[in-house]
């Protein structure tokens, strides 16, 4: 099968690409590889796909409309995986047009290229940060979402109803995932493990937000992938018992589903600080700020529904999966 991977520089792009070179298909990768973060990683990770031979890199933006016509035209794509997003919730108070070229235009380009090219599948990252305002816990894809508190959800829950739109329109299958807290080698260095990791090896003070109070469905990355693969491949379709009069938000006349994509297990912030410095056998002083704007108190993901349809079963403790977070760590930046 041949897949489009778009952010395959990125955390999970790159664990999603090796896991369908793994399998036997064949991925084309894009990414602008912007600045964001230290593009040294995104380098690293992409030194590990690009001597497959199953794997071509093509450096791109996904907001150049003319270039990702042309990609898709030129490439027919059974099935695409899109991935690439301006991520953070906190950089959305600071750049929010940021969100408005990659997360909104790029995602349209996205949908056109797929119903041009008559893709079988998309499958796209939303966010639990769509939950926003929720407090019923655990949160459920049957939910209503109507309430983001930040810029980023925003335009997550829109990629959504943008998603929608196409699947009715013009039939095109599409299922958007809302991710849980991504963590595992590799990660990104703007999120919270890897900042935790970093700064208690440097021994310098930890800033805890909202009192490290929060509680997070940290997931661990081989889960994530495990879960995005069997989405892939269990294909979109018309829910045949939905109906207007109480419209279920997950599911549609159309061929387009959400799920949840998380541990189902949280853990307090303190909790998962406390396994880290047990990891690396060091810890460090604590400075418990107030909750960030933007900031959701908690997140615990209701995986149900994906469980039911794809038989989707995490699997890792979370003292092994920072374990091995740790461990990469040390290993990647040459730490003793």
Not at 7 to 34: K, M
Not at 98 to 124: M, P
Request: charged share 20%; proline share 5%.
């Amino acid at each position: 099968m041949k897949v489009l991977v778009t952010g395959a520089a990125g955390f999970i792009g790159f664990h999603v690409s090796q896991a369908l070179l793994a399998r036997g298909d064949e991925v084309v990768g894009i990414d602008n590889l912007n600045d964001y973060y230290e593009v040294a990683l995104k380098d690293a990770r992409l030194a590990q796909l690009t001597p497959h031979e199953r794997f071509r890199f093509i450096r791109m933006d996904i907001g150049d409309r003319v270039a990702m016509a042309d990609l898709f035209e030129t490439e027919g794509f059974e099935k695409v995986v899109h991935l690439a997003a301006q991520a953070g919730v906190r950089y959305s108070l600071e750049n929010p047009h940021a969100y408005a070229d990659s997360n909104l235009v790029g995602f349209l380009n996205i949908l056109e290229g797929c119903r041009q090219t008559h893709v079988k599948h998309l499958v796209y990252a939303s966010s639990s940060s769509v939950y926003g305002a929720n407090e019923s816990m655990p949160f459920a894809v049957h939910d209503n979402v109507d309430h983001p508190v930040s810029l980023y959800a925003a335009t997550k829950k829109a990629n959504e109803l943008m998603a929608h739109s196409y699947s009715h329109l013009y039939g095109l299958p599409t299922t958007g995932l809302r991710f849980f807290t991504v963590y595992g080698p590799w990660g990104r260095p703007d999120m919270s493990p890897f900042l935790f990791v970093r700064a208690i090896l440097e021994g310098k003070p930890l800033k805890v937000f909202n009192h490290g109070k929060h509680r997070r469905d940290f997931t661990y990355i081989d889960d994530i992938v495990d879960g995005v693969i069997r989405v892939l491949d269990h294909v979109a379709v018309p829910n045949a018992q939905w109906s207007g009069l109480k419209p279920d938000p997950a599911s549609s006349a159309a061929p387009w589903r959400l799920y949840n994509i998380g541990n189902s297990q949280p853990v307090e912030l303190l909790d998962y600080i406390n396994h880290i410095e047990q990891a690396l056998g060091k810890t460090t002083h604590k400075e418990l700020l107030p909750l960030q704007p933007g900031d959701v108190e908690h997140t615990y993901a209701d995986v149900k529904q994906l469980k039911l349809d794809t038989g989707y079963a995490p699997s890792t403790p979370i003292q092994s999966g920072i374990q091995r977070f740790v461990n990469w760590y040390k290993d990647f930046y040459n730490v003793s």
